[in-house]
């Protein structure tokens, strides 16, 4: 390609020009099947999609294709769209949700997952099973 003016690309010798915003024909994004909110990524061996974060990926196995704006979208509606466990309370907010286990039950999610997603009972709450001069200390 040959630069030509300011704004415009010449395709070889011919008589054609295309913008350098145009999407590239060439490209292995040009044709894919990326959801239209989704980021393509061009590999040597095809392309890569990936929903924005403000998305959710409906169908992780075929990643990008089916990307839903978490906008609008209430996870508490449904089990499968939220991660909480079955003694918490999902509570819906804007773009996320987060989950609250409910009484006696406390949180027991390991460090770097959802807090609410793994909940065990709290067994030192209301009685304390310990002996005299001994701390309560929930198990697993």
Known sequence: MI???SFY??????KQFI???QANPFDNCYK??????AK????????????PETHRDLNPSKAGRDCVSYAGVN??????????DENARCIDEDYLYR????KPFVNAAPPGKLPG?????????DVNFCPPNATCQNGE
């Not at 996870?75 to 909480?84: A, D, G, I, L, Y």
Request: hydrophobic fraction near 15%.
């Open 19 to 21: 913008s350098p915003y």
């Open 75 to 84: 996870e508490c509606e449904r089990k499968e769209w939220n991660e909480c």
């Open 32 to 37: 894919s099947d990326c959801h239209p909110d």
């Open 40 to 51: 393509c990524t061009a590999t040597p061996t095809g392309y890569r999609c990936q929903c």
């Open 9 to 14: 690309f010449q395709v070889g010798k011919s």
């Open 117 to 125: 997603s793994v909940c065990h009972i709290d067994y030192c709450s």
């Open 3 to 5: 630069k030509t003016q």
């Open 99 to 102: 989950c609250e286990c409910i």
